[in-house]
């Protein structure tokens, strides 16, 4: 059974920093694009970033771009979002999505950002 | 970016009848090796989205026989044959052709 565990969200004041985490499970992490989501408060789905499955490659939304960073160790078959000078638009549900060729194929539980002073 | 545009919003349905959801692209989600890249999504009241439908009429793994995906280029179709009272929640349509992913406003689905 695939399942994405996602953690490290909670409240932080504006220009503060968090690092989300994403552990895997029930396939081979490895071998699998991951992308992280998020979803304001009764908003809709909005893509965040992306790493491919070595890590060597990264794309993320012009929103975030210089202020969040994706990263993947495979040997803990995790993928990281460290997100720097947080502002009040970035409170949403954070997901972490395996990705199968163009299509979120599994989505975490999500886990909420706030940024509030 | 694609622009992905859903109808109707929301929608009422009364369990045993059809039910249907619209979503159009900007732009046509053809590739070059002949995929579509539209996914349909159901977010159900507090829980993450599940995949539904893949490459416009693909059923996911475990997805029931009643929810049926159609559509080529830029207007594709999410149906419900029979609703169940499950079945309740928020649709998505999903464009995965390039980066970056977007996705419709979303439809609501009540009973």
């Known amino acids: 059974e695939v399942q994405l565990v996602e953690s490290g969200g909670g409240s932080v004041q504006p220009g503060g920093s968090l690092r989300l985490s994403c552990t895997a499970s029930g396939f081979t992490f490895s071998t699998s694009y991951m992308h992280w989501v998020r979803q304001r408060p009764g908003k809709g789905l909005v893509w965040v970033s992306r790493i491919s499955n070595d890590g060597t490659r990264t794309d993320y939304a012009d929103s975030v771009e210089g202020r969040f960073t994706i990263s993947r160790d495979n040997g803990r078959n995790t993928v990281y979002l460290q997100m720097n000078s947080l502002r009040g638009d970035d409170t949403a549900v954070y997901y972490c999505?395996?990705?199968?060729?163009?299509?979120?194929?599994?989505w975490g539980q999500g886990t909420l950002v706030t940024v509030s002073s | 970016d694609v622009v992905m545009t859903q109808t109707p919003l929301s929608l009422s349905v009364t369990p045993g009848q059809p039910a249907s959801i619209s979503c159009r692209s900007s732009?046509?989600?053809?590739?070059?090796?002949?995929?579509?890249?539209l996914s349909w999504f159901l977010q159900k009241p507090g829980q993450s989205p599940q995949l539904l439908i893949y490459e416009v009429s693909r059923r996911f793994s475990g997805v029931p026989d009643r929810f049926s995906g159609s559509g080529s280029g830029t207007d594709f179709t999410l149906k419900i044959s029979r609703v169940e009272a499950e079945d309740v929640g928020v649709y998505h349509c999903m464009s995965g052709l390039r980066l970056p992913w977007t996705f419709g406003q979303g439809t609501k689905v009540e009973i």
């Open positions: 999505v395996k990705d199968r060729t163009g299509t979120g194929e599994y």
């Open positions: 732009q046509s989600l053809l590739n070059s090796v002949g995929n579509t890249y």
